[in-house]
């Protein structure tokens, strides 16, 4: 069963970066599809960004050329470098696998049969 923990996780005013971390375990990052997706109080979890076992990336558009997802294969480690965060960006934050064979669109949750729980990003204007 393949395990994900996040962190990296705060309060940063508006403009300001974070950058997230997934620790994947009993499983290789680059096998499968990885994704981080995010959830804001009263609102259904969306797609943030993912990366395939081919490194092919994919963003949501209210995230391209401020967010950035990579992973370390050597440190079996996803990442999500966000820089010039708003505080429409805040929310929680979760670190999702699937089958790298999975031929849903990469921002359906439901395709997605692992999770983290989840680290909390909070911007603030």
């Known amino acids: 069963q393949v395990q994900l923990v996040e962190s990296g996780g705060g309060s940063v005013q508006a403009g300001g970066s974070l950058r997230l971390s997934c620790a994947v375990s009993?499983?290789?990052?680059?096998?499968?599809?990885m994704g981080w997706f995010r959830q804001a109080p009263g609102k259904e979890r969306e797609g943030v960004a993912t990366?395939?076992?081919?490194?092919?990336?994919n963003y949501a558009n209210s995230v391209k050329d401020r967010f950035t997802i990579s992973r370390d294969n050597a440190k079996n480690t996803l990442f999500l470098q966000m820089n010039s965060l708003k505080p429409e960006d805040t929310g929680m934050y979760y670190c999702?696998?699937?089958?790298?064979?999975?031929?849903?669109?990469?921002?359906?949750?439901?395709?997605?049969?692992?999770w983290g729980r989840g680290t909390q990003v909070t911007v603030s204007s």
């Open positions: 009993r499983a290789t990052v680059s096998n499968y599809c």
């Open positions: 999702a696998a699937r089958s790298r064979y999975n031929p849903g669109h990469w921002s359906k949750t439901d395709t997605y049969n692992t």
């Open positions: 990366i395939n076992s081919d490194g092919i990336t």
